[in-house]
């Protein structure tokens, strides 16, 4: 077990890492192209790794941990703060889409964004599996939750990709608002059912 808890840990590290990266050079493709869902993108990564961060402090403390009940309580803390996220990042989420939607902003096409949301899409589905696999193998709630972030994350990733394409070929930048608006609805339901199984422990 403590080997599948020491997976958890790398795990998180590695999605903590991923996600600043992803977010730097999101902000740097973003503020090259002028373009605001670009740049979403970016806060959507740092919110993803603070979800990595809170799994972190969760399977630091296996060392430190001595009786059953403690560990409990701290894995009941962790799923609780990554239920919180949920809401963070769909909060954010929600008003970026609404934003663009009502003043009709322009996503420029950006060959460094494209590139990016198609990195994230290949590697995200891995790091999820790998994340809700050892989640299941060693009974952490809090880890599946993180690892549904880390799906969701995906999704989006899939909607700036559509939109820097539906506006490079079709110059229809609204698309991506649309999409995202749908995965809000995803975000807040994971996030509602994430919290309430952490209160009801």
Same mark, same amino acid.
């Given at each position: ?92 989420? *929600?008003?970026?889409? =609404?934003?663009?939607? $009502? ?6 096409? @950006?060959?460094?964004? &494209? %590139? /990016? ?43 700036? *990709?559509?939109?820097? =394409?539906?506006?490079? $070929? ?6 991506? @608002?649309?999409?995202? &608006? %749908? /995965? ?18």
């Amino acid at each position: 077990m403590d080997k599948y808890k020491k997976r958890a840990l790398l795990l998180s590290y590695i999605t903590v890492i991923y996600n600043v990266v992803e977010g730097i050079l999101s902000i740097f493709a973003g503020l090259l192209a002028g373009s605001s869902a670009l740049i979403g993108f970016a806060l959507d990564s740092f919110i993803e790794s603070l979800s990595g961060v809170i799994m972190v402090w969760r399977f630091s403390y296996n060392k430190k941990v001595i009786d059953q009940e403690k560990e409990e309580k701290i894995e009941q803390r962790a799923e609780f703060f990554v239920g919180i996220t949920f809401f963070i990042l769909g909060s954010y989420v *929600l008003y970026e889409a =609404l934003e663009k939607l $009502i003043h009709k902003s322009t996503v420029e096409p @950006s060959l460094l964004g &494209i %590139i /990016i949301a198609i990195a994230s899409i290949i590697f995200m589905p891995i790091l999820f599996f790998m994340k809700y696999k050892t989640g299941k193998i060693i009974g952490s709630k809090a880890l599946i939750a993180d690892s549904k972030e880390t799906l969701a994350c995906t999704f989006l990733s899939c909607v700036l *990709l559509f939109g820097l =394409l539906m506006n490079y $070929i079709f110059s229809k930048p609204q698309a991506d @608002s649309i999409a995202a &608006i %749908i /995965i809000v609805i995803y975000l807040f339901k994971e996030g509602y059912s994430t919290i309430k199984e952490s209160l009801e422990k």
